[in-house]
């Protein structure tokens, strides 16, 4: 087993070592993970989505995302697990965004959490910070902000939306986030941004530039069944191997075949 990646060590990657995270939802897969060597695993709300069929991340609960965190922590060894706030987890009060990733390190085993949003979110990561909880931040098309975007595209495009993006980076590393994911927008916008912090950039489309990647594995893998995006790189195609393997147990036990002597007692 490696060194436990903290909270401080990814930040002190910026400029030596690219950072690789992706996400996990359940024991097993967070073991392959940590096993891989990834060096952060996110039990991110688009298991919304990719593990509890919802269109959007916005319905997942705290019950929820503690259930799932618990199972992560178990299977994760060596990698820093940071569990996401859902929506409306953090937003009412600095108060209710202490108390809720307080849930997360002592009841669920996190070491970390993350929110979405820019300066906005600066008074509760001031807070959860100074309450001795690592926070990494989230810009850029953040998706529980989706009714607001109305469709899920590309951030930052124009020169203003794209200086307030600059400024929202520079206001999370005040507050005191170790590091900030950067999604989906213009390669240059996350060039920009990553000069311009001292906390490293994760990005998921958000081009090369970023201290770090991350991924959903489901996207990686080719497990989810709904539409991916352009960024999500497929390595994998997991779900037709799935199917393949259901099909010959289906077809075994219809035909006879299976259980075998190997397979009995
Ligand atoms: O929920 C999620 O999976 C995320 C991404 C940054 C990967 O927030």
Not at 7 to 12: E, L, P, Q
Not at 174 to 203: K, N, Q, S, W, Y
Not at 231 to 254: N, Q
Request: aromatic share 6%.
């Amino acid at each position: 087993m490696g060194e436990k990646w903290t909270a401080v060590r990814i930040r002190g990657c910026k400029g030596a070592e690219r950072i690789v995270c992706l996400t996990a939802h359940d024991y097993s897969v967070a073991r392959v993970l940590d096993e891989a060597g990834i060096h952060l695993v996110l039990v991110g709300d688009s298991l919304a989505m990719t593990a509890l069929g919802y269109q959007t991340t916005l319905p997942v609960t705290m019950r929820e995302m503690l259930h799932h965190t618990a199972a992560v922590a178990r299977g994760v060894r060596s990698a820093l697990v940071v569990a996401d706030m859902p929506f409306m987890s953090y937003q009412e009060s600095v108060e209710q965004a202490v108390r809720n990733a307080g849930r997360f390190i002592k009841s669920a085993g996190a070491d970390a959490v993350k929110l979405e949003g820019g300066a906005l979110r600066v008074p509760a990561i001031k807070a959860i910070t100074a309450n001795g909880i690592p926070v990494l931040g989230h810009i850029g098309l953040t998706p529980q902000s989706i009714r607001e975007f109305g469709s899920y595209r590309v951030q930052g495009r124009e020169t203003e939306t794209a200086a307030k993006l600059v400024d929202d980076a520079r206001a999370l590393e005040d507050a005191g986030a170790f590091a900030v994911v950067l999604e989906c927008m213009p390669v240059e916008l996350g060039r920009r941004i990553t000069a311009g912090v001292g906390i490293p950039t994760i990005g998921i489309g958000a081009g090369p530039h970023c201290d770090g990647q991350v991924l959903v594995t489901h996207d990686l893998l080719g497990l989810y069944a709904g539409k991916s995006p352009k960024f999500a790189k497929r390595y994998a195609d997991l779900g037709s191997e799935m199917k393949r393997a259901v099909a010959s147990y289906r077809d075994e036990v219809a035909g006879g075949v299976f259980p075998d002597a190997d397979h009995s007692y």
